[in-house]
């Protein structure tokens, strides 16, 4: 019993400790102290400077050439206060960046670097030279070669963007970074985190993957999370919402039908010798195949011409007429004939009638022949 117990405090003392000086710290579980945070660098940490010199230089486009002509100044004088030495090479389209004796901070070359690629990608020197503090990180994201149709990479580009910039001004304020889109690149500024966050965005929204307006969303509800604090080591999986593509086209696989085995091969198909023979063809003269292929080819092209010009004189054609039934013509011309007849009866007794010279002749008319007076003719009697 007493060698088991032996072994597993052993076993515990090796498990704890790994090498000869790996012993707990008081600090290591101090909960005041934040591991995470960026002390300011101190020039007393390097009295002595550095003992190299180190430069990084850039090209920029020649339409960025009045401008930083124009801001070189500022940007020099912000980094003649950390030590660092600049140059502008105007005959060959290129910034330099190099440390000097006075240069304390050995990282901030690193940072100068940064600055000098910002500017030649079109960001602003006041927002450019905030990259030299210490809590600002910067990340050039290269998109030109995602996508090989120029077209599509324009589309998608403006999707990132958004109208009115809206889309970008959206990211901006969700992931706390500085964010322009600029021709192949995509220049971010920010931390660490929303650098991450950003890079994502952009490469989702180039190869298609994810539209920016689902990361905003994503985003926005991972913010809401944040401010729980039950919630704060559990995964946030089932809270957020899962996009998928609604419009991917998928090839239909075409089933062939299986046809039903036979052990015998299928018959054989007659070759052009065995037509030719069948038709005659293969006896005829080189001069007669040609006459009758010249023949074919004729009857061919006639039918094709009357064919086209029937399709063309299609469009000349008058419309058929729709005829009227003739259901009611017979009861139409006995009704045209009893209207005539009462007419002639009418202007008959109007001419006879001597008495009635002051009536109105269409009043008359009009009037039906059962009201007006009828006188009979006397017949004289000869005697």
């Known amino acids: 019993m007493e060698v088991e117990n032996a072994k597993e405090v052993n076993l515990e003392q090796k498990k704890k400790h790994k090498g000869k000086h790996d012993k707990p710290k008081p600090w290591d579980e101090d909960p005041n102290i934040d591991r995470w945070t960026v002390e300011k660098f101190d020039p ?44 502008l090479n105007l005959v060959e389209g290129s910034m330099t960046v190099s440390t000097t004796r006075k240069t304390r901070d050995p990282y901030i070359i690193i940072k100068a670097r940064d600055l000098i690629k910002l500017l030649s990608r ?21 998109i030109g070669n995602l996508v090989r149709n120029k077209e599509r990479f324009v589309k998608r580009r403006q999707r990132l963007v958004g109208p009115n910039s809206s889309t970008l001004k959206a990211l901006e304020i969700l992931t706390g970074c500085y964010i322009l889109v600029q021709g192949n690149t995509v220049a971010a500024m920010g931390s660490f985190k929303g650098l991450k966050q950003v890079r994502r965005i952009v490469e989702d929204c180039i190869e298609n993957k994810m539209h920016p307006v689902y990361h905003i969303k994503i985003l926005m509800m991972k913010k809401e999370l944040e401010k729980d604090p039950t919630l704060k080591e559990e995964n946030w999986d089932r809270f957020l919402p899962k996009f998928k593509k609604k419009n991917v086209q998928t090839k239909k696989v075409k089933s062939k039908e299986k046809k039903p085995y036979t052990p015998f091969p299928p018959p054989q198909q007659p070759s052009k010798i065995d037509q030719e023979l069948e038709s005659g063809e293969y006896f005829l003269s080189e001069k007669k195949k040609l006459a009758k292929k010249w023949q074919d080819k004729q009857e061919k092209q006639a039918e094709k011409t009357a064919e086209n010009k029937r399709k063309r004189e299609e469009a000349f054609v008058p419309p058929k007429e729709t005829t009227k039934q003739d259901s009611n013509n017979s009861e139409n011309k006995e009704d045209v004939a009893s209207l005539a007849k009462s007419l002639k009866q009418k202007a008959k007794e109007f001419g006879k009638q001597k008495s009635l010279q002051n009536i109105n002749a269409e009043e008359y008319i009009s009037a039906p022949a059962a009201e007006q007076p009828s006188k009979k003719k006397k017949k004289s009697k000869h005697t």
């Open 44 to 87: 007393s940490w390097n009295p002595d400077g550095l003992l190299e010199v180190s430069s990084f230089s850039t090209i920029f486009p020649r339409y960025r050439e009045k401008y930083l002509q124009e801001a070189w100044p500022k940007v020099k004088s912000a980094l003649k206060d950390y030590g660092i030495a600049a140059e």
């Open 122 to 142: 079109s960001v602003p020197a006041p927002q450019a030279v905030k990259i030299l503090h210490d809590e600002m990180q910067c990340d050039i994201i290269k």
